[in-house]
């Protein structure tokens, strides 16, 4: 990383940043826990039919001193564990940040190949509309308005979804550590 940053400087003296070479504001690349296991969607199951408590964020508008304000507050629900149907295509592993993608998985449906909704997230930057992939380092760190720091919040938080074919996502962006949002649409992949 030092040298890297040295580079960065050299790359700043020659009036040559924004090459694409090196971001401001770029994190450190995050090393896995040796204790933490990996997450694969096609491998993961969970007990379908078994009771879980879901806490998902959600933003109210209230009344305080005349004024309207936006309010989030975590609201928790008990739900059974659905049969697993919906993908977001993507193998990692969790902390207490979210799900850290290592990359991004395409699968076959149907004949063909579908790319992981990853690979296509609507976002805004600059005040245009854009789409992204998210990349390996990038953390997803909500899904939905759930956190995602386990196996089960990820995979619950696609499954209860109002509508897992427009999901809001919250992730930080590796390259320059910025935490972005965005939506994607989930596959739904037939046995």
């Given at each position: 990383?030092?040298?890297?940053?040295?580079a960065?400087?050299?790359?700043?003296?020659?009036?040559?940043?924004?090459?694409?070479?090196?971001?401001?504001?770029?994190?450190?690349?995050?090393?896995?826990?040796?204790?933490?296991?990996?997450?694969?969607?096609?491998?993961?199951?969970?007990?379908?039919?078994?009771?879980?408590?879901?806490?998902?964020?959600?933003?109210?508008?209230?009344?305080?001193?005349?004024?309207e304000?936006?309010?989030?507050?975590?609201?928790?629900t008990?739900?059974?564990?659905?049969?697993?149907?919906?993908?977001?295509?993507?193998?990692?592993?969790?902390?207490d940040?979210?799900?850290?993608?290592?990359?991004?998985?395409?699968?076959?449906?149907?004949?063909?190949?579908?790319?992981?909704?990853?690979?296509?997230?609507?976002?805004?930057?600059?005040?245009?509309?854009?789409?992204?992939?998210?990349?390996?380092?990038?953390?997803?760190?909500?899904?939905?308005?759930?956190?995602?720091k386990?196996?089960?919040?990820?995979?619950?938080?696609?499954?209860?979804?109002?509508?897992?074919?427009?999901?809001?996502?919250?992730?930080?962006?590796?390259?320059?550590?910025?935490?972005?949002?965005?939506?994607?649409?989930?596959?739904?992949?037939?046995?």
């Open positions: 990383m030092f040298t890297r940053k040295i960065c400087i050299a790359l700043v003296a020659c009036g040559l940043w924004g090459s694409g070479l090196c971001q401001a504001g770029e994190r450190e690349k995050k090393t896995r826990p040796t204790q933490s296991e990996s997450y694969s969607e096609k491998d993961k199951s969970f007990k379908e039919g078994e009771k879980t408590t879901v806490t998902r964020s959600v933003k109210e508008v209230v009344i305080v001193n005349q004024k304000r936006t309010v989030t507050k975590d609201v928790q008990v739900v059974a564990i659905p049969k697993r149907m919906w993908y977001i295509g993507a193998e990692g592993w969790h902390d940040e979210g799900f850290n993608i290592d990359g991004l998985v395409a699968f076959n449906s149907g004949g063909g190949v579908i790319p992981s909704p990853l690979s296509r997230v609507k976002t805004v930057i600059n005040g245009k509309s854009v789409t992204v992939s998210l990349e390996a380092n990038d953390v997803i760190t909500k899904i939905d308005g759930l956190d995602v386990t196996d089960l919040d990820l995979y619950m938080a696609v499954h209860t979804a109002a509508n897992p074919r427009s999901l809001t996502i919250e992730f930080i962006n590796f390259r320059d550590g910025q935490t972005m949002s965005g939506t994607i649409s989930a596959v739904k992949v037939r046995p």
